[in-house]
């Protein structure tokens, strides 16, 4: 989910799922439904722009490790292999891949019942767009990238859409780092298990990046990456590769600390209270802000 211009690193790196965060989350914090938009496809096959996959066909696919893996739809099939039976996360819905840029444009430009949407031109650099039943990928942007990229793309729309379904389908005040990080977490994950490097190798890299650009810059904390709104921001400041970073080296201490299952109660609690503080506690025994003034000091 960001702009143009991003260079990808081994495996999981500055892929272009980062153009579409920078757009996408204007949508989400804005409200933008793209479940239900009228230019769905129908169909298993869809249009010839609009291919749909529901979930519960890609479940009888067997798993495939990288190397043998050429197709989209074994691609989400393995990921969503690993993201339901590894990391026990619920997934529901369909994936619907879309060939041209204008069809994908046009089907998130297709419901404006309820926001203004980002300028049209900008809808086409879009990645991906997640709700709690349905992803939509902007092929284009995947194409120019190989497997491993394409694979912990959808792995991580697919962390989102387990986000929502645990949240009872809503949104609601989760800190935006930790929905980014986990996402990258899962990405990170479904890659060792299906035969990449490590999740600790990963991190690795990317807190000896941190440091480094850190002596060159201030980098945000987390305190900074809360809402999508300074978000979205911060993304326009030509901060996003840090921001990815250190969401995911932040999530990982928490998955470190207190497993998975910890990072599930906390998106499961906003099903029921939308209090962001009292839920971190609850999951994490720890307050919000004192694991941000402790995480920030543990990276540098």
Request: charged share 25%; proline share 6%.
């Amino acid at each position: 989910m960001p702009p143009p211009g991003f260079g990808v690193r081994s495996p999981l790196c500055r892929w272009p799922r980062r153009v579409a965060a920078t757009v996408a989350v204007v949508c989400l914090a804005t409200g933008l439904q793209v479940a239900g938009a009228p230019r769905k496809p129908a169909a298993e096959g869809g249009s010839a722009t609009a291919r749909v996959m529901r979930l519960d066909d890609l479940r009888r696919i067997p798993r495939h490790r990288l190397p043998t893996i050429r197709t989209y739809r074994w691609a989400a099939a393995a990921a969503l292999s690993v993201v339901e039976r590894e990391l026990g996360l619920p997934l529901q819905g369909e994936i619907v891949l879309f060939s041209s840029a204008e069809a994908f444009r046009d089907e998130l430009a297709g419901d404006r019942r309820h926001t203004p949407l980002p300028p049209t031109a900008s809808l086409g650099r879009i990645v991906g767009v997640s709700t709690a039943d349905r992803i939509c990928l902007n092929l284009c942007q995947l194409h120019p990238h190989d497997w491993p990229v394409r694979i912990a793309a959808l792995a991580h729309e697919m962390a989102h859409v387990a986000q929502y379904q645990l949240a009872g389908g809503r949104r609601l005040g989760t800190e935006q780092w930790l929905r980014e990080g986990m996402a990258e977490w899962v990405g990170a994950r479904v890659l060792e298990v299906l035969g990449q490097e490590t999740v600790a190798s990963r991190v690795e890299a990317v807190r000896r990046q941190l440091r480094h650009a850190s002596r060159r810059s201030a980098l945000p904390r987390l305190s900074d990456l809360v809402s999508a709104e300074s978000w979205v921001r911060l993304v326009g400041e030509g901060l996003e590769d840090p921001m990815y970073d250190l969401s995911l080296v932040a999530a990982t201490e928490l998955v470190d600390r207190h497993g998975l299952g910890a990072l599930v109660d906390y998106f499961s609690r906003f099903a029921s209270l939308d209090d962001r503080a009292a839920n971190f506690l609850a999951a994490f025994g720890e307050d919000p802000c004192a694991f941000e003034d402790r995480f920030d000091r543990s990276w540098r």
